[in-house]
């Protein structure tokens, strides 16, 4: 099967009914949680993936994604501020640390 771009801006996701297939534009943030993964969504949903964290950064980086932690890894498109380069306030008010080891390559990536 050949896969356009438009293939490579969703990610599947496997659940108890059958296989979600999410846009990663609706994706706000995921969040580790051991041997799970958190996807939060702009219209406030979340689901909990039997996926660990590491295993969404290749296509995740490559499509606008940034870790900024090693338990977080952010949509730059709904990031409001980031304040003294140790925090990220997100659209929906979340603010989440930025880890020491990361801060100056979010600097970086911002400048």
């Known amino acids: 099967m050949e896969y356009t771009a438009s293939h490579k801006k969703t990610i599947c996701i496997s659940e108890k009914n059958g296989t979600s297939i999410l846009s990663l534009q ?6 580790a ?3 799970y993964t958190k996807i939060y969504l702009k219209n406030s949903k979340s ?3 039997s996926k660990v964290l ?4 290749d296509q995740g980086e490559r499509n606008g994604f940034l870790r900024i932690h090693r338990s977080h890894f952010i949509n730059v498109a709904f990031i409001d501020e980031v304040i003294d380069n140790k925090l990220i306030r997100l659209f929906d008010g979340t603010t989440l640390n930025i880890s020491r080891s990361r801060q100056k390559w979010v600097t970086e ?3």
């Open 47 to 49: 689901i909990l993936v």
């Open 54 to 57: 590491k295993s969404f950064e």
């Open 33 to 35: 949680d051991s041997n």
């Open 26 to 31: 609706d994706i706000v943030r995921m969040e």
């Open 109 to 111: 990536y911002f400048s």
